[in-house]
């Protein structure tokens, strides 16, 4: 049982790239998040889906997009990265009992 | 809008001394609590959580927390700490499940 996977681990892209961080689960969580952390601020949330062909806005949505085309695939995509998106972004998914949230390990992404 | 605050940035502590790690929250009804651990360039683990019932909730590694509604509180103990215990760790309520991450107390332990 692989639990959150992240794909890549770490990326540096240059301002104006885009690209997409994947994130798949494999134990039929309904409920996906994709947080960000950054040094002394905690973990926010930017997109978060409670199933499949359904996303909304968190409290950091702005520059980012995602999309839930079925249950295991959560991917947050960066269309015009910018230096305040470099962080260290974390995938999650929980059941529907909200008992735990599962993370991934995180990608870290620098935009320079 | 429910939060949670951890007072202490940065704590340190010395092998074999109890710690104790502060978290407040802010909700009207009883809220759901969780106590997480990052250990260095890690994801985050699940120490305990809390949802109704005792007070007093144990957890994995010799973790436990205790919930106050009178103080608005779930502080997160350990009677006895090893050098692994050196990590970050979020207290997180969970509103309808989206979850609310304090800012994180970052746990030094000295030799």
């Known amino acids: 049982n692989a639990g959150v996977t992240q794909t890549p681990k770490f990326r540096i892209l240059k301002i104006g790239q885009s690209m997409t961080l994947q994130c798949t689960q494999d134990?039929?969580?309904?409920?996906m998040y994709w947080y960000r952390q950054d040094p002394g601020m905690g973990l926010k949330l930017i997109y978060y889906?409670?199933?499949?062909?359904?996303?909304d806005k968190g409290e950091v949505p702005n520059g980012y997009n995602v999309s839930r085309s079925t249950t295991e695939d959560f991917p947050l995509r960066l269309e015009l990265a910018a230096p305040s998106q470099t962080s260290v972004y974390f995938c999650?998914?929980?059941?529907?009992?909200?008992?735990?949230?599962?993370f991934g390990q995180g990608t870290r992404l620098t935009v320079v | 809008a429910q939060s949670v605050t951890q007072p202490d940035i940065h704590i340190t502590v010395s092998e074999g001394a109890s710690l104790e790690l502060r978290c407040n929250y802010s909700?009207?009804?009883?809220?759901?609590l969780f106590w997480y651990v990052q250990s260095p360039g890690q994801g985050l683990q699940l120490l305990l959580k809390?949802?109704?019932?005792?007070?007093l909730v144990q957890g994995i590694k010799g973790f436990e927390a205790e919930f106050k509604r009178s103080q608005s509180s779930f502080n997160l103990r350990k009677p006895s700490v090893h050098w692994s215990d050196a990590a970050e760790y979020f207290c997180?309520?969970?509103?309808?499940?989206?979850?609310?991450f304090g800012a994180g107390t970052q746990v030094v332990v000295s030799p």
């Open positions: 999650a998914s929980m059941d529907r009992g909200f008992t735990e949230a599962f």
């Open positions: 909700y009207g009804a009883t809220p759901y």
């Open positions: 134990m039929n969580h309904n409920y």
């Open positions: 809390y949802f109704s019932g005792d007070t």
């Open positions: 997180v309520t969970d509103s309808w499940g989206k979850f609310q």
């Open positions: 889906s409670v199933g499949a062909g359904i996303t």
